[in-house]
């Protein structure tokens, strides 16, 4: 088995089918110049023996490691897991066709308490070596360990509500130490032992991150897009970027164009102080690219640049991922935008007008949409919306309450659509997404898996509803101060981000502009 590197200005060429969708596009990035952080990858061939425990398997995944982290450790001038100046690394997932926020991921690998320390002197920065080892304890119990992340999100709040703050990122450093210390300590209570060697912890890590091809989410998710032919994942091990090292460091997702509804305008979102799975996680409300545009102006001009340049190379719109460490950007994949059906032929159609594909080209991105089934839709007998959010995933939705996937599926196997309402979602809620005619959330962005999920399902979507209060202790659910509970009747747009209580009607009109200039590509192309 040989490592595929990346970053190290001799990229070796590799096709998705090797080494995955998302390691073969970071590795084509790297090409062209752009700011990649160095990385390697373990290809998708060795998945299915180390799922299946083949101890040559996992003597070959050492060797791969050990290989690659002495390449990392060259191009970098930093020691993994060191006490000065160490490497922590990424543990990424990574299919031939992109599936977001399926697979597991680790972050803040080797961050060992002498790296911990070594981070100290280097950095000056207390708070960011021990948010480091937290996120680390987090992410490596939950993933290889199999800790109930419930249990973490429970002490965070612990501490943050000690030190009269309303979440981990307030904290200073000596309560960002007390954490991390009650992470480990969560774990240790569950009867697991944190391993402190790197080299013992990349390997778990590694081990895992391809373990996790046959997560039930996952395997749910390659049913519903019928993507049940791949045959595995890659793993790719990236240096750290760290978004979270502070004032003018931060984590954001990009898209080129609006993958919702199809405008040619930039989607940006950011969280300073932050890494990405912050984002995507949908577990906190990022801020905008005005956000950048104020803090960090040169960073932001270079993102639009970067995202036009993408959307060329790749000749389709471009979802990026990407993070700033001390006012520099770096890029940290790129893939296709998931996007909603209505949004896809306003794309197709603007490209080719653009020149930037041809007819035949748009009609292949095309593939698997009825064209002329999708239109645009429009509640009616409303009233005056009940809350605001932020508008996630075009359409409108009018559905029965359900505060679980469960419910969700319960609900809908009656006959009734559905609206799933939660504080936040995750990957998992997948059978839920599937089940349901809308998803409306308390918290996160447009840019988190799990939107990305719902717009790739046609789902309209409503995130950051700070009018939503679900309070998991009570079992209760308000909307602007009013109880709301399972079967109630809602209505939502997914563009405008408004939420309606009772049964709305909708009302819906096609895309004639956009169909009849797709019907004359056929015709050319025939």
């Given at each position: ?19 995955g ?7 084509r ?58 490497l ?22 080797g ?83 944190v ?69 040619a ?7 300073f ?46 979802d ?21 059906p ?26 698997g ?54 504080r ?59 109880p709301?509970?399972?079967g ?7 563009e ?31």
């Open positions: 088995m040989k490592i595929v590197r990346i970053g190290d200005g001799s990229s070796e060429p590799a096709t998705a089918d090797i080494i969708a998302k390691a073969a596009n970071i590795a990035m790297a090409a062209l110049g752009l700011p990649v952080p160095p990385a390697f990858v373990l290809p998708i061939e060795l998945c299915a023996a180390i799922v299946a425990g083949d101890a040559k398997a996992r003597a070959q995944l050492a060797e791969g490691l050990a290989d690659g982290i002495a390449h990392l450790e060259k191009v970098t001038g930093r020691r993994f897991g060191g006490r000065r100046n160490p922590l690394v990424s543990v990424r997932s990574g299919a031939a066709r992109s599936m977001p926020g399926m697979l597991d991921t680790v972050l803040n690998v961050s060992s308490m002498a790296a911990v320390h070594g981070l100290v002197r280097s950095s000056g920065n207390p708070r960011f070596a021990w948010d480091c080892r937290r996120r680390f304890l987090e992410s490596f119990g939950e993933v290889v360990l199999d800790v109930d992340r419930e249990l973490f999100a429970r002490r965070i709040a612990q501490i943050a509500a000690g030190e009269k703050c309303r979440d981990e990122a307030m904290l200073d450093g000596e309560a960002m130490e007390r954490l991390a210390l009650a992470q480990q300590q969560v774990i240790e209570e569950r009867g697991e032992f391993c402190d060697e790197p080299m013992d912890q990349l390997e778990m890590a590694a081990g895992a991150v391809y373990r996790s091809w046959m997560s039930d989410r996952a395997r749910t998710y390659r049913k519903l897009q019928g993507l049940d032919d791949l045959r595995g994942t890659a793993v790719t091990v990236q240096a750290m970027v760290f978004g979270n090292a502070g004032r003018e460091s931060g984590a954001g997702v990009a898209f080129s164009r609006d993958p919702s509804t199809g405008a305008q930039p989607v940006i979102e950011v969280l102080g932050a890494q990405g799975e912050d984002v995507v996680s949908g577990n906190r409300t990022p801020a905008n690219e005005q956000a950048i545009e104020q803090r960090l102006p040169t960073v932001a001009t270079q993102l639009r640049e970067v995202l036009h340049r993408l959307e060329r190379e790749f000749a389709d719109i471009q990026i991922e990407f993070t700033i460490e001390a006012g520099r950007l770096w890029l940290l994949q790129t893939r296709p935008a998931k996007r909603t209505a949004a896809a032929l306003r794309f197709a159609v603007e490209l080719v007008r653009e020149g930037v594909i041809s007819p035949a080209r748009a009609l292949q991105l095309l593939d949409i009825d064209v002329s089934k999708v239109c645009r839709a429009r509640l009616r007998d409303v009233g005056d919306p009940a809350a605001h959010g932020i508008g996630a995933s075009a359409g409108v939705a009018v559905g029965r309450v359900a505060f679980s996937s469960e419910s969700a599926e319960r609900i809908a196997s009656s006959g009734d659509p559905v609206i799933l309402v939660r936040d979602t995750s990957t998992a809620d997948v059978a839920g997404f599937a089940a349901s005619a809308g998803i409306v959330t308390a918290i996160g962005g447009r840019t988190a898996h799990a939107a990305l999920v719902a717009r790739q399902m046609g789902k309209p979507s409503i995130v950051g509803c700070a009018a939503l209060q679900v309070d998991p202790l009570a079992q209760t659910v308000e909307l602007a101060g009013q709301i509970r399972e109630d009747w809602l209505s939502i747009d997914g405008a981000g408004t939420i309606f209580r009772g049964r709305g009607r909708i009302e819906t009109e096609r895309l004639d502009a956009f169909q009849n200039e797709i019907e004359s590509w056929r015709r050319q192309v025939a």
